[in-house]
């Protein structure tokens, strides 16, 4: 009885071991081929396809309660300077270790500026003042990083943060957007700005004077915009959208 306990424990373990990667490996496959017209019921184009296969095998790891804190500050020759503070914490659902480096990046036009990113765990560390780097391949996008660090599996119990300040410069009335560089589950907007100024954002799930919250998740790429104006003039030029 022993005897067949014992063998029954080696055939549980190996299986373990060899069967998990081989069904992994068999889930990579069937995303790569059509499996799409069986579950939908019709086709959809391979860009699709391969858009929907690397977001289930590419996300490692993912960002929750992002705040964001944003301040207007009017400048001269009818500009206006937005300082950000953002915080989030980085979760890994894997089970196993994962990389990650805070990223931003700018358009030329924004004049961003950079003051501190920071990173919480096991070993801290706060930048101060990065310097900003314009890509090579990218001209007119500059881009700043933090550093490099090891993410361990969310049920190791271990809590990983991030917090970045910087600032841009834009017109008096105009429109600001935050792009999200990682999947990001619920975010809190809140502004602040002088009393002659009309803020909005998209509608949130919670919202009060200056104050979004969004409980949706918001995939990579996706965006949220800021939108002010001079209460006396709400006139403007729409934009389209394709």
């Given at each position: 009885m022993a005897h067949s306990?014992?063998?029954a424990l080696i055939i549980a373990g190996t299986l373990a071991v060899c069967v998990d990667p081989f069904l992994k490996t068999s889930f990579a496959r069937e995303l790569g081929r059509n499996t799409f017209h069986h579950l939908l019921?019709?086709?959809l184009p391979e860009q699709i396809r391969d858009r929907l296969k690397n977001i289930a095998l590419g996300t490692r790891?993912?960002?929750k309660d992002l705040t964001i804190g944003c301040r207007f500050e009017p400048q001269t020759e009818q500009r206006m300077r937005l300082y950000f503070e953002i915080s989030f914490e980085i979760i890994n659902p894997s089970n196993d270790d994962e990389r990650y480096k805070p990223y931003l990046a700018f358009e030329?036009?924004?004049?961003g500026k950079m003051e501190?990113?920071?990173?919480?765990?096991?070993?801290?560390y706060t930048i101060t003042a990065p310097k900003l780097k314009e890509k090579v391949d990218e001209p007119g996008i500059f881009e700043?990083?933090?550093?490099?660090r090891t993410i361990k599996p969310q049920k190791s119990g271990n809590r990983y943060r991030v917090y970045l300040k910087y600032s841009v410069v834009t017109p008096e009335e105009f429109y600001h957007v935050i792009a999200f560089a990682a999947p990001t589950i619920g975010v809190?907007?809140?502004v602040e700005g002088p009393p002659w100024l009309e803020i909005q954002a998209p509608p949130g799930d919670r919202q009060l004077e200056g104050r979004w919250e969004y409980s949706r998740l918001f995939m990579t790429e996706q965006h949220l915009n800021i939108r002010w104006w001079k209460k006396e003039s709400r006139e403007s030029t729409p934009d389209t959208t394709i």
């Open positions: 306990f014992g063998e019921g019709y086709d790891v993912y960002r030329r036009a924004m004049n501190e990113i920071a990173f919480f765990g096991e070993k801290n700043v990083f933090g550093y490099d809190t907007l809140c």
